[in-house]
């Protein structure tokens, strides 16, 4: 028996890790208050809000969507502290 590659699976994965992925590395231009860690931390935050406008148009996560419980709250948290480090370098 063959196995065929799917590549779909792997554009899925980089697709959902790749805004995790920025918002962890947004940190290090937002300690120092550049102006691309904001910029960094946007995908985060804009993948968040879908996913949380999605779970509430759908009232639930459904079926397969429990990770998402977990996976919102890691980005909102990961994007807000960015660019408040951000925030606040900036002034300093």
Do not use: D, T
């Amino acid at each position: 028996m063959l196995v065929a590659y799917a590549p779909e699976g792997a554009i899925a994965a980089l697709e959902l890790l790749a805004p995790l992925a920025f918002a962890c590395i947004s940190f290090w231009p937002s300690r120092r208050g550049h102006w691309s860690g904001p910029l960094l931390a946007a995908p985060a935050l804009l993948w968040a809000l879908a996913f949380s406008w999605a779970l509430a148009k759908n009232q639930g996560p459904g079926y397969m969507g429990w990770p998402l419980l977990i996976y919102i709250p890691l980005l909102w948290i990961l994007g807000i502290a960015s660019v408040g480090l951000w925030l606040r370098r900036r002034h300093a």
